[in-house]
DNA sequence: TAGATTGTTAATCGATTAACAATC
DNA sequence: TAGATTGTTAATCGATTAACAATC
């Protein structure tokens, strides 16, 4: 009944998104490998190699019971209850995050948000939350047990901010801060950066002319 | 000269990080991969591997020629020229990713950001641009040849609009919007769901617990 | 029962690691 | 030359795909 057995890393990048299409299945209560597959953008033989790892939510002959998949993804997923969440950095992109409504529903909850800028700091922001100082943080980390953070400062203040969530407890980081973290072995750390992103796009890019080209050249 | 031969995706996925590495390496002119790697957060001989997709840039017994190295990989990815790059959706994200500092050092250059609220448009964002109403953006991406968008609207917006970008010539869309998106092939797709992550960082969280747990039971 | 579809096994494929010969 | 370090090969590891027996 609680099989969490070792997952694969790559099985488990593709749970969120199995979670997250099934949560928009309002009403479906049975669905096959075949069709869930197709809305997750995966292979029907993947998705049920991934699903097995829950164990055994579907019914052969018939397909997956939806309502028993999504809670077992959540529970797998340890979306029980929600997570606190705190935001370092209350710039741009730090006040977007703050302020996405999206989070709550995934299971997390924004209880904070610090800038070093004094002249930040007491800015509204969503659900009666201000931007409070830096000199908080720890503080803040503290009170409201949050073990997960997001970094969305300028890439200089990345790792001191990473060194201090680490000291007060923080074990997973969202980073947006384009610089390579380094943390203690069992701090987990997800990069998000905008501009590796955009370059990878463009290298499909260049590969698509170059392959165009090549083409051309008739080989 | 020229190597550009095929290069496997999970190497192509780690180019980037190279490079961000090396561009923040200012007067560094020569380095070892062994030293490179820490840096990146990878194995010295993962990124000889890598690396080696580019051509030979290394001396053995000395290193890598940084600004050799790294115009190697500007080059590869692409990046000799700047991008234009379309924003779809002039809300909290969208506004804050046009204003992102880090574009234009990164090979990009925000071309046009659109929005469907008509009470969006005309506010302005950085670089003399003004939020333009949806019905323009077709326009917008052939005047300005723009082949990679970015997708930051709410989720029910993002396949329609997805749609009308294919339609318009593009092939590359970065994607936040948390939808499974269908695309014809040859055009590039990548996601970032900020959901997705945090999830992925509660799974963390929770097998850390677990495997505490199973520990102190004394296995 | 017949048809459908899961759960699982075996085969394939690709990515990482280790090791070292080539060479500066 | 001796020491260092790349570029590359072979070995290992893990992930994906294909196929099908189990079973509703």
Not at 18 to 37: K, M, N, P, Q, T
Request: hydrophobic share 45%; net charge negative.
């Amino acid at each position: 009944m609680q099989p969490s057995g070792r997952v694969p890393e790559s099985t488990a990048a593709r749970l969120p998104v199995y979670l997250r299409v099934l949560s928009d299945l309002a009403g479906v209560d049975s669905i096959s490998s075949e069709e869930l597959a197709a809305a997750c953008g995966v292979s029907s033989a993947q998705l049920r190699k991934d699903l097995a790892v829950l164990g055994s939510h579907g019914t052969r002959g018939v397909g997956y019971d939806v309502p028993g998949l999504r809670d077992a993804l959540a529970a797998e997923l340890g979306l029980e209850q929600d997570w606190p969440v705190v935001i370092v950095g209350g710039g741009n992109l730090g006040m977007a995050l703050a302020n996405y409504a999206g989070f709550l529903s995934r299971g997390f909850r924004v209880v904070g948000i610090v800038d070093a800028d004094q002249l930040r700091a007491g800015e509204a922001v969503v659900g009666g939350l201000v931007i409070q100082p830096m000199a908080d943080l720890a503080r803040i980390i503290r009170r409201t047990h949050a073990v997960i953070a997001v970094i969305a400062t300028p890439a200089e203040g990345a790792q001191p901010v990473a060194d201090e969530l680490v000291a007060a407890g923080v074990t997973g980081i969202l980073n947006f801060a384009p610089v390579v973290l380094s943390v203690p072995a069992g701090v987990a750390v997800r990069d998000v950066d905008l501009g590796v992103e955009l370059q990878l796009l463009a290298f499909h890019e260049q590969q698509r002319s170059l392959g165009r080209d090549s083409r051309r050249e008739g080989e």
